[in-house]
């Protein structure tokens, strides 16, 4: 909770490389922040998706359809008129699939070091033999590397990563980035020379308090 609400929501989606889920550092502890700026933060518990990438894809659809209210039931203090996701690593991967391929697309995506490629020397394998399977074909790997989904239709991202993260491959931000602005689609992306994978909101994070404030003004700017 907080103590104004500025009409917006956020739904989160912490890493784990669709294996486990990262709820703290990833999920309660931004939750918190971004409630402390007045808005809706709703941390999502997604189903791990064991080869059947539908699954998590469904269950970020349906929560921004709720706070979105449309479904029967929803209190209106969680209902915003605008809502955007957030993800870090494998979640980024599910925000960058939900502003790409659901039928209930956000408004903003905002990517902490996020899966995007599959493609090799690119990759983060682990969350892609667990999202598609260690048997997956080029086809389903093309298919999911998530710069090849951006259209016209894709909502503008905040994109931030470390140059030196040795977990997830750092070109996979920029390949997002580019794909948007191929399509004319407004982004930011934020490049910091250490801080490795999976800092989240840790104080130990040296840029942490740089980033903040850049994120809350660029959400301002794209819905005004």
């Given at each position: 909770k907080s103590g104004h609400h500025n009409g917006r929501g956020?739904?989160?989606c912490p890493g784990g490389g669709y294996r486990h889920l990262s709820m703290e550092n990833e999920g309660a502890h931004m939750a918190e922040w971004f409630a402390a700026h007045g808005y809706v933060a709703a941390v999502l518990h997604y189903r791990m998706p064991n080869a059947h990438p539908e699954v998590p894809l469904e269950d970020a659809t349906e929560a921004i359809r709720l706070l979105r209210g449309k479904r029967a039931g929803?209190?209106?203090?969680?209902?915003?008129?605008?809502?955007?996701i957030v993800g870090s690593s494998a979640g980024g991967h599910l925000a960058a699939m939900t502003s790409t391929m659901s039928s209930e697309r956000p408004d903003f995506s905002l990517l902490f070091y996020p899966v995007i490629s599959a493609g090799e020397g690119r990759q983060h394998k682990g969350s892609f033999d667990n999202l598609l399977g260690a048997d997956r074909t080029e086809a389903e790997s093309a298919y999911y590397s998530l710069q090849n989904r951006v259209t016209k239709a894709t909502p503008p991202a905040?994109?931030?990563f470390a140059d030196d993260d040795r977990t997830v491959p750092s070109i996979n931000?920029?390949?997002?980035?580019?794909a948007l602005k191929e399509q004319g689609i407004a982004a930011s992306m934020h490049i910091y020379p250490y801080g490795g994978h999976g800092f989240g909101m840790r104080d130990t994070f040296h840029y942490k308090h740089s980033w903040m404030p850049l994120m809350l003004d660029w959400i301002d700017t794209i819905l005004k």
């Open positions: 956020v739904v989160i929803v209190p209106a203090e969680w209902q915003v008129e605008k809502v955007g905040f994109i931030l931000g920029p390949l997002y980035y580019m």
